[in-house]
């Protein structure tokens, strides 16, 4: 590879995974740039190309403009090369292009269901801050010890009891070293909005020193000791815009959610014998 070209490869990336997923013929409006082993690269993906390095002045963007065809040119080549050697019929790479026209399609079809959302409006966004007082008017910024444990779901509720008994963390770590019970340890420092709510709620109970095991998934818990706090808070005029993006945030997942259902409703869903989920109104196939 050409090094004047390696940071535009990087930058071209996802063109790249995108060609290999199809590339659509160009119309007779779409002019030309080059074409590269017989395929026509248009001014269009041109572009699209050169819009992914950002805004650039009239001198950069000229200068550019002829090393990204030349990346692209190289890319239809590479790409060229790998079809005749029939690499787009290896299970992986083929699955790989599948699911990269998947998402691609997914985040076309998103874009187009939620451009019609209406923005906050200021009463929208007057409610929600006073409905979270935890985030901005109360908002503080913690600083927690914190356990990465290891642990098998049968003895989780062992663990609990152990630490609620120990009168020190050091104790309860002692204590978990002696039963062989793997841990990491370290100390972070969180705001209020980096902290899931339902952990929020309980770090909010909590005085210096205490401290509580949270969850994680089947074989690991943490455990998040509370070394102290400090007050943080955020106006409304300061929190206007970030409060927006959560309202806004909420609706598309909201009519994210429903349009699922209403797709898995209309649509045919079979699984393989063994694989339908618990409690799926989707019957199992019969391979």
Known sequence: MRPQYASLWAALA????????????????DAIAAKAGGESISEFELGRAMAR????????????????????????LVSNAAKDAKLDKVPEVALAMRQAQRQVLVEAYMERLFKSLPE?????????????????????VYRLQELDLQVAPERVAEVEAKLKQSRTLSAFTDWLGAQAIAFKSGEAVRPAEQIPAAMLAQLGKMNAGQAVVVPRDANRISVLRLIGSQARPVTLEQARDAVGRLILSGKRETLLEAEVRKLRERGKVEYARGFAPAGSA??????
Not at 14 to 29: D, F, I, N, Q, W
Not at 53 to 76: C, H, I, N
Not at 121 to 128: L, M, N, P, W
Not at 282 to 287: D, E, I, L, T
């Open 14 to 29: 996802v063109s790249m995974a995108l060609s290999a997923c199809e590339k659509p013929a160009a119309t007779a409006h």
């Open 120 to 140: 906050p409006t200021d009463s929208e966004i007057r409610d929600y801050y006073d409905r979270h007082p935890e985030w901005f008017a109360q908002r503080k």
């Open 53 to 76: 390095l950002g805004p650039l002045s009239e001198s950069a963007s000229a200068e550019a403009r002829g090393k990204v065809l030349e990346a692209l040119v190289d890319q239809y």
């Open 282 to 287: 989707a019957q199992p196939g019969k391979p």
